[in-house]
């Protein structure tokens, strides 16, 4: 994986909040990954609630907003976080809706 590749991107009411960059890393387990998840966000945020946060549900992960009843928050995601999430870089994610992955993550596909 290349540095600045494994992205998503939060969006709040269709406007773009922030765009969240993991380390090019090869990721351990699913519960790696979800914590750098989690983490870069909460760096990039400071001392405020997640907008979105990250878990694992079944060997999948899924996403959750604390703020949905209140704004429409949106999620994106890079090619490559996509491939490794087991989520699809082809679709917009809404929170608020049961957003778990369609598919197990790849962590030891062609992100070495």
Do not use: W
Request: net charge negative.
């Amino acid at each position: 994986m290349l540095d600045g590749q494994c992205y998503y991107t939060i969006r709040v009411e269709n406007r773009f909040f922030r765009k969240i960059t993991l380390d090019a890393n090869h990721y351990a387990s699913i519960r790696d990954l979800v914590r750098e998840m989690n983490g870069k966000q909460q760096m990039s945020i400071g001392d405020v609630d997640l907008f979105v946060g990250f878990f694992i549900s079944n060997g999948k992960i899924g996403m959750t907003s604390e703020y949905h009843s209140q704004v429409k928050v949106t999620v994106d995601f890079s090619p490559d976080l996509a491939r490794l999430s087991g989520l699809r870089s082809d679709e917009t994610y809404v929170t608020g809706e049961d957003v778990i992955s369609e598919s197990e993550p790849h962590l030891t596909s062609k992100n070495r």
